[in-house]
């Protein structure tokens, strides 16, 4: 079986660091991302890579990264030596990626990558901003930046959705059936499941 990426795209609060922390916490290999911009130092379970990684400029253009974007005058990459390790090392790996680095790693991993839209409502993408302290002029950007760059149609080109409105263990398990982390249930299985 080919080692497999999964990229997890959609718009800012769509959920994809949160789940990228979930699926580490089961085990799951993450690709961290680095930023010129500041990173949110948050409590890491611990051995759990970090979302984000923060870089100096000048150390940015001396890494050979595989995928290069920028975002609010910031510059983000992911490390060649990460996706090769990923997919010589690891059955699964996890990575959020923007429009603009799925297009780039497409053009290098062909049939190893796989993306997850989580597609989100405009009330829950502005109701989880506000939970994190984002103000208007955060939001305000943040919407824009998604309408501009086209986060919201990911969806269409996307090899996998799912919408993330509801309870958050029901993405959870849609994620792990994606990645291959269920197993199909015996009929016996089934007839205990349906009491019958």
Known sequence: MENKVYALVGPHASG???????????????????????????????????????????EFFKTDFIVKDTYKGNYI?????????????????IVILTPAEIKQLTTVLRSTLETVYLMSDYVAIVERML??????DEIKYHLEYAENNHEFDLWKTARHVIKNTGDPADVMRQLMAIIG????????????LLGK
């Open 16 to 58: 994809k660091g949160r789940f990228a922390r979930e699926l580490q916490n089961i085990g799951l290999h993450y690709i961290p991302f680095y930023t010129t911009g500041f990173v949110k130092q948050e409590s890491e379970t611990p051995g759990q890579t970090p979302i984000a990684l923060p870089i100096e400029k000048i």
């Open 77 to 93: 990459g992911i490390k060649k030596s990460d996706i090769l390790e990923a997919v010589s090392s690891h059955r699964a790996s």
């Open 131 to 136: 939970m994190m302290g984002c103000n208007n």
């Open 181 to 192: 982390l269920t197993v199909p249930a015996s009929p016996q299985q089934v007839k205990e």
